[in-house]
C-alpha cells in the first residue's frame, strides 16, 4: 500500500482535496481544437527547449572569466535537476504512488488523451514543473535581470500548463513541483552564492551596464529572443504535424 492510499483509508482533508484535484484537472484539460492539441505535444517535448539550454550557457559561458566558475554554475545547474527531477521520478512518485489523470481509475475514462500519449502510471509530483522551476529560479537569482526572469518564470509556466492540458498531471502535481522546484532553485543558488564568493573577491563591474551579479543586461536579450522564436517555432510546426 502507498503512502497516499493509506491517507484516503481515513475521512479527513485529502480525500476532499483529491476531489477538487480532479475536478481542475477536466476543467483544464484537453480541447476541441486538434492544433492545440499539437501546440501543446511540441511545447512539452524536451527537445523543443534545447536551444534555451544552449543560450543560457551561452551567458554564462561570455559573463564568467574563468573555466572554473563556468563548470561551478554546470555543476549547481545538474544538481537543480537532480534535486528537483531525479530524486521525484526515482522516489517521490512510487514511494507516493499517485496515479496520473490518464491512469487514475476515477476520471482516467474522462481524460482527453493526445496522440495516444499517457505518459507513466505515477505522476505526484510533476518532474517538468520543478524541473523547470528550478532552472528558472536558479538562474533568477544568478543573472538578476527582472525580464529573463519574468520570462523563464512564463517559461516554467508554459511546461505546467502543457502537463494538465495534456492530462498527464493533476493541478496539485504541478503545484507542489513548482514548490519544491523554488526550493530547489533557491538552495542551490545559495550553495553557489557562498563558494563562489571564495573563490573571487565577489562580483564585479557593477553598473547600468551590468546586473548586480555582474551580467551584462543585452546578454539576456539573448535567451529570451530564443523563447519567442521557440513560441513561434511551436505555433508553424503544429500547422504542419
Not at 549547481?76 to 521525484?88: E, F, N, P, Q, W
Not at 505526484?124 to 529573463?148: G, K, P
Request: hydrophobic residues 45%; proline residues 3%.
Amino acid at each position: 500500500m502507498t503512502i497516499l492510499e493509506l491517507f484516503l483509508t481515513s475521512d479527513g482533508l485529502l480525500p476532499s482535496l483529491e476531489s477538487f484535484d480532479r475536478e481542475a484537472l477536466l476543467a483544464v484539460n484537453g480541447s476541441d481544437s486538434l492544433y492545440l492539441d499539437r501546440v501543446a505535444h511540441v511545447l512539452t517535448t524536451a527537445f523543443t527547449w534545447v536551444p534555451l539550454y544552449i543560450s543560457l550557457f551561452y551567458i554564462v559561458l561570455k559573463n564568467n572569466d574563468t573555466v572554473r566558475k563556468v563548470l561551478f554554475i554546470l555543476a549547481c545547474v545538474g544538481l537543480c535537476l537532480l534535486l528537483a527531477g531525479t530524486v521525484d521520478d526515482t522516489i517521490v512518485k512510487p514511494m507516493v504512488g499517485r496515479w496520473r489523470p490518464t491512469h487514475d481509475p476515477v476520471i482516467g475514462t474522462m481524460v482527453d488523451v493526445v496522440d495516444g500519449y499517457r505518459g507513466g502510471r505515477y505522476g505526484f509530483f510533476s518532474a517538468h514543473a520543478s524541473n523547470t522551476f528550478s532552472i528558472a529560479v536558479f538562474f533568477c537569482w544568478l543573472v538578476r535581470c527582472r525580464i529573463l526572469s519574468i520570462a523563464l518564470v512564463l517559461w516554467s509556466l508554459t511546461n505546467c500548463w502543457t502537463r494538465m492540458y495534456l492530462g498527464v498531471h493533476f493541478p496539485g502535481d504541478i503545484l507542489v513541483g513548482l514548490t519544491w522546484g523554488g526550493i530547489v532553485g533557491t538552495s542551490v543558488y545559495y550553495l553557489h552564492y557562498r563558494v563562489s564568493h571564495r573563490m573571487s573577491n565577489g562580483y564585479h563591474h557593477v553598473s547600468s551596464h551590468f546586473t548586480s551579479t555582474g551580467y551584462e543586461r543585452s546578454d539576456a536579450n539573448i535567451p529570451i529572443a530564443v523563447l519567442v522564436f521557440t513560441l513561434l517555432y511551436a505555433l508553424l510546426k503544429s500547422c504542419i504535424l
